[in-house]
């Protein structure tokens, strides 16, 4: 997302020429990209021009300090104009009430059902909440099937009733199930459809009127481009929803949703899906998404990552393991595991400054730990414990039973050895036994 995007701001950027002071002069050329590239993100035509005009309202006539160049002070403008733009400030989920309800709305195929379960997971994993997943969606044959089956993957329980079609009934007695079994939480799925139509409009509002949510948030695939921010509009009309969650920012999408929907519909984007996966789910910060925009990287975002996936006692096993020289492929393994709960490799990268850009055409293989893997279970548990022993005629075996090469099975034991040791010597220097660790 945003790869085209931040790309053309560079180039813009060095459009910039000039000592001393932005003019009239030396911007115009610059702000001229600056919108065309909006534009080819699917910005909104008035909001890129809006966006503009105030950048060039604040550029003008300020001095450029000698340790400055104009394209960097530009750099400052637009940063803090966009973030601006995208909402300024993280808006939390309202969590009041007992139980506490939110509304799902959307069209058919925004990612809504998907958010739902992904929404109770993080809800009850970092807020400890105890939340109920209501199958509202009496339309869409897959729709109760496909929340089931989320909320099996979750350990969320999910409220239907086979049979009745009337969304309404359901939405009210999944709240008076959830007061009788002590859930503090209630998601409310709705139905979608193709396009926006009366009948959707008149349910979904019947839905709001009757259960009273305390949240109502729209979920909009972020690859329908400016279609998003029209939708979004027409059900804040009807809605009045408290906040946007932006699905599928992982795919091949030009970003123009995330910065038009919160000037047109005047409601802050509140969560942002990354990726299939249950944990794929961010809550939106505009600053930090205008810092990977201007190809600034994200570390804030990628520490807390690690800190959600950082186990402590985890830490102090693997060091003590570590100054004994005892480290082996169990917790190789282990490692390996810690990195792929955090999330989708590129995205990952693109958090960490310049990375972005440098990865641009690199196809990064989700399934790149896959054949390591592999290798690693062809192992015995001896060998996995002691790879001291791991002999020419062992690794023959392994590189058999995980259908890979002699070659890569050798590689791999390197690249353990000589994270083995680089751990080691890090645990070890300077005379600090404690491994660098992120408190929480």
Do not use: W
């Amino acid at each position: 997302m945003f790869e085209n995007l931040s790309e053309r701001l560079e180039r813009s950027f060095k459009l910039l020429k000039g000592e001393g002071r932005i003019t009239e002069i030396n911007v115009a050329e610059t702000l001229k990209d600056v919108r065309r590239a909006l534009l080819d993100a699917d910005v909104n035509y008035k909001v890129a021009k809006k966006f503009t005009d105030t950048v060039k309202e604040k550029a003008l006539g300020q001095n450029v300090l000698t340790s400055v160049k104009p394209s960097q002070l530009m750099v400052k403008i637009v940063h803090n104009e966009l973030t601006a733009l995208m909402g300024g400030a993280t808006v939390d989920i309202n969590l009041k009430g007992s139980p506490a309800v939110i509304l799902m709305s959307g069209l058919q195929g925004s990612g809504k059902t998907t958010f739902a379960g992904k929404l109770a997971n993080m809800l009850k994993s970092k807020k400890g909440k105890n939340p109920l997943l209501a199958a509202c969606d009496v339309y869409r044959p897959a729709a109760i099937e496909q929340l089931r089956i989320l909320g099996e993957q979750t350990g969320i329980p999910v409220y239907s009733e086979d049979g009745n079609k009337k969304p309404v009934e359901i939405a009210q007695h999944a709240i008076a199930e959830a007061k009788k079994t002590g859930k503090d939480l209630v998601i409310v799925d709705t139905a979608g459809r193709l396009a926006v139509d009366e009948q959707m409009m008149q349910e979904i509002a019947a839905i709001k009127k009757a259960i009273n949510p305390g949240e109502i948030l729209f979920v909009v695939d972020s690859m329908t481009g400016q279609d998003a921010v029209n939708t979004a509009k027409e059900f804040n009309d009807r809605l009045d929803f408290d906040g946007v969650v932006l699905t599928k920012l992982d795919g091949d999408t030009r970003g123009g949703a995330a910065l038009s929907i919160r000037t047109i519909v005047d409601k802050p984007i509140k969560f942002v899906g990354t990726g299939e996966k249950m944990d794929a789910l961010d809550v939106f910060h505009p600053e930090r998404m205008a810092d990977r925009i201007l190809g600034m990287g994200d570390i804030v975002s990628l520490v807390e990552r690690a800190q959600e996936q950082y186990d402590e006692e985890e830490a102090k096993r693997i060091q003590k393991r570590l100054a004994k020289n005892q480290f082996d492929f169990n917790d190789f393994m282990g490692q390996i595991q810690q990195i792929k709960k955090m999330g989708n490799l590129k995205d990952l990268a693109s958090m960490i400054p310049g990375v972005s850009k440098m990865m641009k055409n690199i196809d990064v293989d989700e399934n790149a730990f896959k054949g390591i893997e592999a290798i690693i279970h062809s192992m015995t548990p001896d060998e996995r414990g002691n790879p001291t022993i791991l002999n020419g005629s062992r690794r023959q075996r392994i590189a058999k039973g995980s259908g890979t090469t002699v070659q890569e099975v050798n590689k791999l034991i390197k690249q353990f050895d000589d994270t083995r040791k680089m751990m080691r010597m890090i645990t070890t220097s300077k005379g600090n036994n404690r491994m660098p660790v992120f408190k929480k």
